[in-house]
T-cell receptor, first 119, second 113 residues
Framework: AQTVTQSQPEMSVQEAETVTLSCTYDTSESDYYLFWYKQPPSRQMILVIRQEAYKQQNATENRFSVNFQKAAKSFSLKISDSQLGDAAMYFCAYRSFNAGGTSYGKLTFGQGTILTVHP | DVKVTQSSRYLVKRTGEKVFLECVQDMDHENMFWYRQDPGLGLRLIYFSYDVKMKEKGDIPEGYSVSREKKERFSLILESASTNQTSMYLC????????????FGEGSRLTVL
């Protein structure tokens, strides 16, 4: 079974600074997806960024980028130019790439990291 | 805009009561999920459904059941609520493709007294 570990329960950053959230995972599969989700206070979870394991290039979405180290099974999220609206709980998640069957689509989540942004 | 709607944001129930949590999506998604979110534990999968009337157990199904009679609706049932089921419950849905994105509802916070 796959596991996802976020070792930082809380992080903080000054507005306009850069912060990196860590995530490690364990799997025996070679193809999979990795995700970062954002859960703002009292609001629904939304997808921030996605990485396909077979792609060597790190995914980027505006101020959000990842550092994907497949051999190390590490998947960190970097938020540049942090904004007050970035304050949220962030979850790292894993999904198998299996080609068919009824079970694909299940995500395995990490414990979450609460990010505080200071003005 | 895609929408996953959970019927109740906040519920307070007594031990032993039967609890229904309803989730409706308007995107014609095949796959629907119920997760439980607890501090320090992240999200854990309770049950999921890949089609009408089809369901599979997730990682923590004990004490829960589900129903999917219509494609758009996925219900989580606590037959006899217990205090250790006090939690935030998140419903999600996605299209059954390799790249289908997961969409979440706003969550239902259940307190069992």
């Amino acid at each position: 079974a796959q596991t996802v570990t976020q070792s930082q329960p809380e992080m903080s950053v000054q507005e306009a600074e850069t912060v990196t959230l860590s995530c490690t995972y364990d799997t025996s599969e070679s193809d999979y997806y990795l995700f970062w989700y954002k859960q703002p206070p009292s609001r629904q979870m939304i997808l921030v960024i996605r990485q396909e394991a077979y792609k060597q290039q790190n995914a980027t979405e505006n101020r959000f980028s990842v550092n994907f180290q497949k051999a190390a099974k590490s998947f960190s999220l970097k938020i540049s130019d942090s904004q007050l609206g970035d304050a949220a709980m962030y979850f790292c998640a894993y999904r198998s790439f299996n080609a068919g069957g009824t079970s694909y689509g299940k995500l395995t989540f990490g414990q979450g990291t609460i990010l505080t942004v200071h003005p | 805009d895609v929408k996953v709607t959970q019927s109740s944001r906040y519920l307070v129930k007594r031990t032993g009561e039967k609890v229904f949590l309803e989730c409706v999506q308007d995107m014609d998604h095949e796959n629907m999920f119920w997760y439980r979110q607890d501090p320090g534990l992240g999200l854990r999968l309770i049950y999921f459904s890949y089609d009408v009337k089809m369901k599979e157990k997730g990682d923590i199904p004990e004490g829960y059941s589900v129903s999917r009679e219509k494609k758009e609706r996925f219900s989580l049932i606590l037959e006899s609520a217990s205090t250790n089921q006090t939690s935030m419950y998140l419903c999600a849905s996605r299209r059954r493709t390799k790249t289908g994105e997961l969409f979440f509802g706003e969550g239902s916070r259940l307190t069992v007294l």
